[in-house]
């Protein structure tokens, strides 16, 4: 693929490469290689909508595309990444406490990060590999994730078919917006983290307190 950003070029590439040039980026962008996703569904969009591809193949192909790059990313999650950090786990305990706090929070939680990394720019090659490592079940991890895609490839498709000549500008507020987007997701995703650390310490804490108690009271008994 040449180095070129606007949607405009990439029509021309696409012009030659077809779905293979489509399947080929959204895949290797979803493995975290710099891609303009994005702007490659706009450009594939754009050409169905002048009929030079058909758009629902090109929906199938974007999807299809997303998904099996999110599912080796998962799969590397689940076996080099977990591997990885249940060594490190092994050998310091405070890998070993956030490794099981990542862990419990992906079970909890991890379908919404899943799902909703799928809209951030640079953040949506993560959430496979974190959801393989946190032990995430894969057939959940694939529903949210799929779920995400049939969204997010159907829309972005979409605006291209419709947009026409105003391809271009279209590309530059997607792009643009998509930073405040993922700014507000990791808002979002933080003050969820911490609600649920925050009521993890709690319970903790109850659980300690009452078995203190217990021990006070056997002890009394205990006492002559």
């Known amino acids: 693929m040449p180095h070129v950003t606007s949607p405009s070029e990439l029509s021309d590439w696409l012009s030659t490469w077809s779905y293979l040039g489509v399947f080929i980026c959204v895949f290797i962008g979803n493995l ?14 754009f050409l169905a909508g002048r009929g030079d591809l058909s758009l629902e193949p090109l929906y199938l192909v974007g999807i299809g595309s997303a998904v099996t790059g999110d599912c080796l990313g998962f799969l590397f999650g689940r076996t080099g990444g977990q591997r990885l950090f249940e060594r490190l786990a092994q050998r310091f305990a405070f890998v070993r406490i956030r490794y099981e706090r990542l862990q419990s929070f992906f079970k909890a ?4 990060a899943v799902f909703m990394a799928r809209f951030v720019v640079g953040a949506r090659f993560m ?24 969204i997010w490839c159907s829309l972005i498709i979409t605006i291209g078919y ?21 700014m507000g997701i990791f808002l979002l995703l933080a003050a969820i983290w911490l609600l649920w650390h925050h009521r ?24 002559p």
Not at 32 to 45: H, M, N
Request: proline share 3%; no cysteine; charged share 15%.
């Open 32 to 45: 975290g290689i710099p891609v303009p996703e994005e702007t490659v569904l706009l450009a594939a969009g």
């Open 109 to 112: 939680h991890g379908a919404k």
């Open 127 to 150: 959430a496979g590999p974190m959801a393989g490592a946190a032990g995430m079940s894969f057939l959940r991890f694939l529903g949210w994730n799929l779920s995400g895609a049939l």
């Open 162 to 182: 419709l947009v026409g000549d105003e391809l271009e500008g279209v590309a530059h507020v997607i792009h643009a917006a998509s930073y405040w987007v993922a």
């Open 200 to 223: 993890q310490r709690t319970q903790t804490g109850a659980i300690a307190d009452s078995n203190r108690k217990s021990s006070d009271t056997r002890a009394y008994q205990a006492d």
